[in-house]
């Protein structure tokens, strides 16, 4: 029980983070930040609860990364949804991803997917989580030259001005990553708690993880890296922001939300095709973090996979794990934030020992808490998680092992489905990636008939996702 409490506190401070970026982003819709805020807690918590209590398993869920960036910069700024039709669109996601669970077509997407794949999904997971690590603590710098930059702040990369700052740069291939020189504080901190961690990972401590966050959160007080004037409790009253939920909480349902969404029968093209890349992306996602870090550590087992082939109703671990989080995104939406799904970062826990609900219980219950301290966990560094999230990807990448890198009919996809997802800074993209190449070897081989017909849907619908990216 202690391991599974330690495992839950763990998986809170590695993605406690989203409480204050997902509100930083969405408000740039126009949305108020305090009540996104409220928001994102309560689609946590309560989806989170979900998945703990019901499914049994140790995972944590939360406003996505990459999903919220979608809802702001393309569909509101670049497709001119407003925030509240955007959400009516989160909520019909989540109704789509509760059908297509309880229907069983979402357990035979796992189903579908060939063991060297899942091997290599299970390694992308270490890859991409291992790079979020790298990049919170600091250790990379990113040049682009003037040429290089596609677009500032969702315009043209020609303006001059920009009100209220810079917000948001999008760059081509010609950004060039490099390693700072250590001159800067936070990465040096992140790179003594890096130490921290290794040390007491080969020592074999436990808990070693959550030790490593806490020892390298205290090291940042005298290092100046965690100002206390943050912590400011006027601003960040609970009072006021249960005032601006009133704004976001339910108003789907109201005339600005689903009866605007559907008022102009001519952009429901665009709606539908806007729903359906909500929800490819929130899919593949939480297939790739289940089967990647579920299959290794054993919270789901053989026995769980084959359940899904022959099971009906909710009777495995990984039906209920499904359901769960299909209706994360509904609960998100209805409380007002951007689509809720299953965490990578739930493998910090899962690497601490975590392996039932009780993991994912007292992670809920933290979130719930920081409706009253979230001035003190904002001052949690993200450079005090970064190691924890870097070791956690390292243990991860031994399935690596799993695969055999000498026949190169299974080495070209696995190596594009599981460094894609670092590359692209997505799942579902590297699981696509992994998919058309899989694919394509198949073909070449003369094998298609040993390609599940769903993964041939599978692969039709990512193409279609890049085709419609492309034309909007």
Same mark, same amino acid.
């Given at each position: 029980?202690?391991?599974?409490?330690?495992?839950?506190?763990?998986?809170?401070?590695?993605?406690?983070?989203?409480?204050?970026?997902?509100?930083?982003?969405?408000?740039?819709?126009?949305?108020?930040?305090?009540?996104?805020?409220?928001?994102?807690?309560?689609?946590?918590?309560?989806?989170?609860?979900?998945?703990?209590?019901?499914?049994?398993?140790?995972?944590?869920?939360?406003?996505?990364?990459?999903?919220?960036?979608?809802?702001?910069?393309?569909?509101?700024?670049?497709?001119?949804?407003?925030?509240?039709?955007?959400?009516?669109?989160?909520?019909?996601?989540?109704?789509?991803?509760?059908?297509?669970?309880?229907?069983?077509?979402?357990?035979?997407?796992?189903?579908?997917?060939?063991?060297?794949?899942?091997?290599?999904?299970?390694?992308?997971?270490?890859?991409?989580?291992?790079?979020?690590?790298?990049?919170?603590?600091?250790?990379?710098?990113?040049?682009?030259?003037?040429?290089?930059?596609?677009?500032?702040?969702?315009?043209?990369?020609?303006?001059?001005?920009?009100?209220?700052?810079?917000?948001?740069?999008?760059?081509?291939?010609?950004?060039?990553?490099?390693?700072?020189?250590?001159?800067?504080?936070?990465?040096?901190?992140?790179?003594?708690?890096?130490?921290?961690?290794?040390?007491?990972?080969?020592?074999?401590?436990?808990?070693?993880?959550?030790?490593?966050?806490?020892?390298?959160?205290?090291?940042?007080?005298?290092?100046?890296?965690?100002?206390?004037?943050?912590?400011?409790?006027?601003?960040?009253?609970?009072?006021? =922001?249960?005032? !601006? @939920?009133?704004?976001?909480?339910?108003?789907? #349902?109201?005339?600005?939300?689903?009866? /605007? %969404? &559907?008022? *102009?029968?001519?952009?429901?093209?665009?709606?539908?095709?806007?729903?359906?890349?909500?929800?490819?992306?929130?899919?593949?996602?939480?297939?790739?973090?289940?089967?990647?870090?579920?299959?290794?550590?054993?919270?789901?087992? =053989?026995?769980? !996979? @084959?359940?899904?082939?022959?099971?009906?109703? #909710?009777?495995?671990?990984?039906?209920? /794990? %499904? &359901?769960? *989080?299909?209706?994360?995104?509904?609960?998100?939406?209805?409380?007002?934030?951007?689509?809720?799904?299953?965490?990578?970062?739930?493998?910090?826990?899962?690497?601490?020992?975590?392996?039932?609900?009780?993991?994912?219980?007292?992670?809920?219950?933290?979130?719930?808490?920081?409706?009253?301290?979230?001035?003190?966990?904002?001052?949690?560094?993200?450079?005090?998680?970064?190691?924890?999230?870097?070791?956690?990807?390292?243990?991860?990448?031994?399935?690596?092992?799993?695969?055999?890198?000498?026949?190169?009919?299974?080495?070209?996809?696995?190596?594009?489905?599981?460094?894609?997802?670092?590359?692209?800074?997505?799942?579902?993209?590297?699981?696509?990636?992994?998919?058309?190449?899989?694919?394509?070897?198949?073909?070449?081989?003369?094998?298609?008939?040993?390609?599940?017909?769903?993964?041939?849907?599978?692969?039709?619908?990512?193409?279609?996702?890049?085709?419609?990216?492309?034309?909007?």
């Amino acid at each position: 029980m202690v391991t599974e409490f330690i495992a839950g506190i763990t998986t809170f401070l590695a993605m406690a983070y989203i409480v204050f970026v997902n509100p930083s982003i969405l408000s740039q819709t126009g949305m108020p930040s305090q009540a996104v805020f409220l928001a994102t807690l309560f689609a946590a918590a309560s989806s989170t609860l979900v998945m703990g209590l019901f499914a049994n398993v140790p995972y944590a869920l939360a406003p996505g990364m990459g999903l919220n960036a979608f809802f702001t910069f393309t569909v509101c700024f670049g497709l001119g949804f407003t925030w509240q039709e955007a959400l009516a669109m989160v909520f019909l996601c989540g109704v789509f991803n509760i059908l297509i669970t309880v229907t069983k077509i979402r357990k035979l997407l796992i189903v579908s997917i060939p063991e060297s794949l899942q091997h290599a999904i299970s390694a992308g997971i270490g890859v991409f989580i291992a790079y979020i690590g790298v990049k919170n603590a600091g250790f990379l710098n990113f040049t682009a030259s003037g040429s290089s930059i596609l677009s500032v702040n969702g315009g043209p990369a020609s303006a001059t001005q920009y009100a209220g700052g810079v917000t948001n740069v999008v760059a081509d291939s010609g950004i060039v990553p490099a390693l700072v020189n250590f001159t800067q504080p936070s990465a040096i901190l992140a790179l003594i708690g890096l130490a921290i961690t290794i040390i007491l990972m080969v020592r074999q401590v436990k808990g070693a993880l959550l030790l490593g966050i806490v020892i390298t959160t205290a090291l940042a007080f005298p290092m100046g890296l965690i100002d206390l004037s943050s912590a400011n409790l006027t601003q960040n009253s609970l009072g006021n =922001a249960f005032g !601006e @939920l009133g704004q976001t909480f339910l108003v789907i #349902f109201r005339p600005e939300g689903l009866p /605007a %969404l &559907f008022a *102009d029968w001519s952009r429901l093209p665009l709606v539908l095709m806007t729903i359906f890349a909500f929800s490819l992306s929130d899919v593949f996602d939480t297939i790739g973090t289940f089967v990647g870090t579920g299959r290794r550590t054993g919270i789901f087992s =053989a026995e769980d !996979e @084959l359940a899904l082939q022959n099971s009906s109703g #909710f009777s495995s671990k990984m039906d209920k /794990a %499904l &359901f769960g *989080d299909s209706i994360g995104t509904l609960i998100g939406a209805l409380f007002g934030t951007s689509n809720t799904t299953t965490y990578v970062e739930s493998a910090a826990g899962i690497g601490v020992g975590g392996r039932t609900g009780l993991t994912s219980v007292v992670t809920a219950l933290l979130f719930l808490a920081t409706m009253f301290i979230a001035p003190f966990v904002s001052l949690v560094p993200s450079v005090a998680t970064a190691p924890a999230l870097i070791i956690v990807g390292v243990l991860m990448m031994a399935s690596f092992s799993d695969l055999n890198w000498t026949d190169f009919a299974e080495a070209v996809p696995a190596f594009f489905s599981s460094i894609f997802m670092g590359f692209s800074y997505s799942i579902s993209y590297g699981i696509a990636a992994g998919f058309i190449t899989y694919a394509i070897v198949k073909v070449t081989q003369g094998k298609a008939k040993e390609i599940h017909a769903l993964l041939w849907v599978s692969i039709a619908l990512f193409v279609l996702n890049f085709i419609i990216l492309a034309v909007i």
